[in-house]
């Protein structure tokens, strides 16, 4: 057990750019949750996969936010043509659905940066 | 809806003293499971304890115990002999089924200061 493992833990970019983030979850995990994180708050849903499939979506999700996780393992979050309000933590969990009500084991996050 | 409140915004407690961090939660859920992480200044977040809605008992790990009131909605968190590593923020999450998924929301968590 390796852990949850994100990719890159920073990146700074310029507003319009677009960014991709990464996260390799526990290997025998089949849930996978994204999350983002601003200063003085607590981590907000973004979405969440069982195995391939996108179950849900929060309405914070914008049309320019994107998330894959194309053969159940990893998973990529994509932004496209940054704002300077997507500057946040943007964290992944994963979890097991074998045992009902097992926690969610988090990454260390990306942490991007909007210029 | 799925709601956590923390209405503690910062805590400070005497090192080797008993703490409790309040959380109260809101849901039409009747099966969901509580949580409590913990987030030191380096970012990771980091599973404490977990209550299940169904469990007659409260949940203890280690120092770490969970006062759970189901009637008035409480999920408290209680930190025994705190030490100085205690010093973080902690967040109370809750999961639970909306619409045929499952949901997880977070409170805007609590920072405690373990004072020497």
């Known amino acids: 057990d390796t852990g949850v493992s994100q990719d890159p833990r920073h990146k700074i970019t310029k507003r319009g750019q677009n960014v991709t983030f990464r996260c390799d979850p526990i290997?025998?995990?089949?849930?996978l949750y994204w999350y983002r994180q601003t200063l003085g708050q607590g981590p907000e849903f973004l979405t969440y996969?069982?195995?391939?499939?996108?179950?849900?979506k929060s309405r914070l999700l914008s049309d320019r936010f994107s998330a894959e996780r194309p053969k159940g393992s990893f998973s990529t979050l994509e932004i496209q043509r940054t704002e300077q309000g997507d500057s946040a933590m943007y964290l992944c969990?994963?979890?097991?659905?074998?045992?009902?009500?097992?926690?969610?084991?988090f990454g260390d996050g990306t942490r991007l940066s909007i210029l | 809806a799925q709601k956590i409140t923390q209405t503690q915004p910062g805590m400070f407690v005497q090192e080797k003293e008993a703490v409790t961090l309040d959380c109260t939660y809101d849901?039409?859920?009747?099966?969901?499971?509580l949580f409590w992480y913990k987030q030191p200044s380096s970012g990771e977040m980091i599973f404490l304890i977990y209550?299940?809605?169904?469990?007659?008992q409260n949940a203890t790990e280690g120092r770490y115990s969970l006062n759970f009131q189901k009637a008035r909605k409480s999920a408290n968190l209680v930190i025994s002999a705190s030490q100085l590593g205690d010093s973080a923020m902690y967040f109370c999450?809750?999961?639970?089924?909306?619409?045929?998924?499952?949901?997880?929301?977070f409170g805007i968590g609590t920072k405690l200061q373990v004072i020497p």
């Open positions: 969990a994963s979890s097991s659905d074998r045992v009902e009500n097992q926690p969610q084991h």
């Open positions: 290997s025998e995990h089949n849930r």
């Open positions: 996969f069982q195995n391939e499939a996108q179950l849900e």
């Open positions: 849901t039409s859920d009747p099966s969901y499971g």
């Open positions: 209550q299940g809605s169904y469990d007659q």
């Open positions: 999450a809750m999961r639970a089924y909306s619409g045929g998924y499952q949901k997880v929301t």
